[in-house]
T-cell receptor
């Protein structure tokens, strides 16, 4: 398996519910970033969390990082139909320099 | 304050032709990265460049693919003698420094027919 794996692969929820997506990685990292991609579009940067941080908030987004378990989670609270998109985590590691290693993504569908 | 600009957005090429993909980074950013995304997959790193230098090309196929980031002008990803398997979305990202937030362009969707 590869660096940066998200689970679940697909998640379907109702508007107003919370969505939690997880990401695991294998090697030591400097930073972990979460991105959103709407179908057929580019990536939108959501949040960056550094290896010495444990939690970060931005609006309805909450990201946690557990370096001992090599995992991160992205929580979207009070989801909206407009949150429907693919969500990717990406890591840049101590050995990979500044290039990002992406997971395969979680496809989130928020039903109105 | 323009973000990363990629052009063209869509490119159709016949097998054997050349594809040139352009990327203008955010103004002031000197680090450029190219990624490829196949349908239903995540992005895969191809190459990392700083002005006039290739820093890491470990993700780029040795044959037919090349990249440059000249002192003046956009970064170019060039694919010679394209094959059907080259059909993908190619994304460019830029950052102001190593380890900083990477800003992505909208991508170029290459279709080889």
């Amino acid at each position: 398996s590869q660096q940066g794996e998200e689970d679940p692969q697909a998640l379907s929820i109702q508007e107003g519910e919370n969505a939690t997506m997880n990401c695991s990685y294998k090697t030591s990292i400097n930073n972990l970033q979460w991105y959103r991609q709407n179908s057929g579009r580019g990536l939108v940067h959501l949040i960056l969390i550094r290896s010495n941080e444990r939690e970060k908030h931005s609006g309805r987004l909450r990201v946690t990082l557990d370096t001992s378990k090599k995992s991160s989670s992205l929580l979207i609270t009070a989801s909206r139909a407009a949150d429907t998109a693919s969500y990717f985590c990406a890591t840049d590691g101590e050995t990979s320099g500044s290039r990002l290693t992406f997971g395969e993504g979680t496809q989130l569908t928020v039903n109105p | 304050n323009a973000g990363v600009m990629q052009n063209p957005r869509h490119l159709v090429r016949r097998r054997g032709q050349e594809a040139r993909l352009r990327c203008s980074p955010v103004k002031g950013h000197s680090h450029v990265y190219w990624y490829r995304q196949l349908p239903e997959e995540g992005l895969k790193f191809m190459v990392y460049l700083q002005k006039e230098n290739i820093i890491d090309e470990s993700g780029m196929p040795k044959e037919r693919f090349s990249a440059e980031f000249p002192k003046e002008g956009p970064s170019i990803l060039r694919i010679q003698q394209v094959v059907r398997g080259d059909s993908a979305a190619y994304f460019c990202a830029s950052s102001p420094n190593i380890g900083g937030e990477a800003f992505f362009g909208q991508g170029t969707r290459l279709t080889v027919v």
